[in-house]
C-alpha cells in the first residue's frame, strides 16, 4: 500500500501517527499536482484509489483556479 499525501506541516497522514501504520505502509509526499512526480507513483499502482480533492467551498470561491487544479486538472494528469 502506497499513500500519496501533500507534504507540509500536517499532512493528513501525519496527523494519524506514520509510525503506528504498518510497515508495508509506504508514504509518499507528493502534490497531486506535480503530474511528472505522481505519474512515477502511479506506474507502480495495480488499484487506485482517488480521494484528493480541495473541500474548501470559501476556498473555492476566493481561488477558483486553484480548486480546478486540484479537484480536476491533477485527476486528469493521473488518469493520462
Known amino acids: 500500500v502506497t ?5 507540509g506541516p500536517l499532512p493528513a497522514l501525519q496527523r494519524c501517527r506514520r509510525q ?5 505502509v509506504v508514504w509518499q509526499p507528493c502534490d497531486v499536482c506535480d503530474t511528472p512526480r ?3 507513483l502511479l506506474e507502480q499502482q495495480d488499484v487506485v ?6 473541500v474548501s467551498h470559501i476556498g473555492s470561491m476566493e481561488e477558483p483556479l486553484v480548486d480546478l ?9 493521473a488518469l493520462e
Open 38 to 40: 505522481l505519474a512515477g
Open 3 to 7: 499513500v500519496v499525501d501533500l507534504p
Open 20 to 24: 503506528q501504520l504498518p510497515a508495508t
Open 69 to 77: 487544479d486540484v479537484n480536476y486538472r491533477s485527476l486528469l494528469g
Open 49 to 54: 484509489f482517488w480521494l484528493a480533492a480541495q
